[in-house]
């Protein structure tokens, strides 16, 4: 589990291709600190399993299907990352829960300046966009942001320049990939929100969905 607050941008050392899975090699200070081999961190948003460290880099073991399904597997070397440990009990709470699964890769769509910070909209894929909810939160290459606005087929998010200045979010250009999470609550909540819905009834969203229809009356969509 993890907060979407990023504590350093990572360095990526090395990236051995092992058939369908790959040994991911990133360079770190602040992550190194209190971290041990079997521990969880988030690249990218990516849950990975510490396999092994040595001085200042540590590596992971990334299977076919995570490269495939995230954007760790267009990595090279030199690319900056996003890092974060797992949540512990003293942790603060400054985030939101995320818990590094990602549900799918969104395309920077476009930038535009705003005052001293940054709208910047994500072209991204129905199952994300269906849990989406204006002032909601999502998790963008690991990074706890407040959705602005949800479109048919994107969204949008306001970049401050002190997120920008300490994550990948600052530099990505527009055609970059970014990997998504949305808030794992909207998930919980539209299971019980369904439990009593008809058997059979379509879980697609829709202008008549009666999951929207509850939301929309409870002020949330």
């Avoid at 760790?72 to 939101?96: C, T």
Wanted: hydrophobic fraction near 40%; aromatic fraction near 4%; glycine fraction near 10%.
């Amino acid at each position: 589990m993890f907060t979407g607050l990023i504590i350093e941008l990572g360095e990526v050392s090395g990236i051995e291709r092992r058939g369908q899975n790959a040994r991911l090699a990133i360079k770190g200070r602040a992550i190194l600190k209190d971290i041990a081999v079997g521990d969880s961190i988030a690249i990218n948003g990516v849950c990975l399993t510490v396999t092994n460290i040595e001085r200042d880099i540590v590596s992971f073991d990334v299977s076919g299907e995570t490269l495939l399904s995230t954007n760790l597997g267009g990595l090279k070397r030199g690319d900056k990352v996003n890092l974060e440990p797992s949540l512990r009990l003293d942790s603060k709470m400054g985030g939101h829960f995320v818990t590094g699964h990602v549900d799918g890769v969104g395309r920077i769509r476009s930038r535009m300046l705003e005052g001293n910070a940054e709208r910047v909209e994500i072209e991204a894929p129905a199952e994300v966009l269906h849990y989406l909810v204006r002032k909601g939160s999502v998790t963008v290459d690991g990074i706890s942001l407040t959705v602005v606005d949800v479109f048919k087929d994107a969204f949008s998010l306001v970049i401050i320049p002190h997120t920008a200045s300490l994550t990948t979010i600052g530099f990505k250009k527009i055609g970059d990939t970014v990997n998504l999470e949305p808030d794992m609550l909207a998930k919980y909540v539209e299971k019980f929100l369904r439990k009593d819905a008809p058997a059979g009834e379509a879980a697609e969203s829709s202008a008549e969905d009666p999951f929207l229809a509850k939301l929309k009356n409870a002020g949330l969509a």
